[in-house]
């Protein structure tokens, strides 16, 4: 059984297109996030939900729109996409907040978005 | 500000040997160090947290030790096989937030 699941895997699309990711967790857990991974490999978080409450809004663009319907989901909604935004998105679930004894974080498989 | 870096970026070593991968960060005053695996094509694997109060914390054939007041932290991976090929990130938690901070990773390769 998957743990934490993001569809799509692939996402090519056009600039100035508005796409969406989304993200569910099997575990449980009470807090989730997004992170982008760019193309030195380095991981950035830009957003955390903990029990469907947004926690941490890091700087990103306004186009960016993070909705938890739930507690086990947590979408991604990408408007007017720029080519700047082309990298892994990886959704990831803990079972308490960042910096508790309960903050190991479990992974999703990433999206890798190209923009075209 | 606080910085990771893990050097070698790349390392390639034959089966069987023990190995060490190296993270170094610029702020002492950090909550606690984790040590991530990261497979082509899928996401990354939590393999050990070590609290700041801690200097080591051991899973199977990986050890991972804390050196606070030097700013370094060491993965120890012993009789290394080829499945152990993977991505390794290091990642500090700074007292202050609730942020990850991450080095770029040493991607590991072991050759049968």
């Known amino acids: 059984d998957t743990a934490v699941s993001q569809t799509p895997k692939y996402l090519v699309t056009q600039m100035g297109n508005d796409k969406s990711i989304k993200c569910e967790q099997n575990?449980?857990?009470?807090?989730m996030y997004w992170y982008k991974q760019d193309s030195k490999k380095f991981l950035k978080i830009m957003f955390s939900y903990n029990n469907k409450e947004l926690i941490i809004n890091e700087t990103v663009p306004n186009r960016f729109s993070p909705k938890s319907p739930d507690k086990a989901h947590l979408n991604l909604h990408i408007n007017s996409l720029e080519l700047g935004d082309s990298a892994v998105y990886f959704c990831?679930?803990?079972?308490?907040?960042?910096?508790?004894?309960?903050?190991?974080?479990?992974f999703g498989p990433g999206t890798r978005l190209l923009v075209l | 500000k606080q910085e990771v870096t893990q050097i070698p970026a790349a390392l390639s070593v034959p089966e069987g040997e023990n190995l060490v991968l190296n993270c170094s960060f610029t702020?002492?005053?950090?909550?606690?160090l984790q040590w991530f695996r990261q497979d082509p094509g899928k996401g990354l694997t939590s393999l050990l947290l070590?609290?700041?109060s801690q200097r080591e914390q051991t899973s199977g054939r990986l050890n991972a030790s804390l050196d606070k007041s030097s700013g370094r932290s060491t993965l120890y991976i012993a009789a290394s096989q080829p499945g152990d090929s993977a991505t390794y990130l290091c990642?500090?938690?700074?007292?202050?937030?609730?942020?990850?901070?991450w080095g770029a990773g040493t991607k590991l390769i072991i050759k049968p």
């Open positions: 702020d002492s005053a950090i909550y606690n």
């Open positions: 990831a679930s803990s079972p308490g907040l960042a910096g508790s004894h309960q903050e190991t974080q479990y």
């Open positions: 575990l449980g857990h009470d807090t």
């Open positions: 990642a500090v938690r700074p007292d202050s937030n609730y942020q990850l901070i």
């Open positions: 070590i609290q700041s």
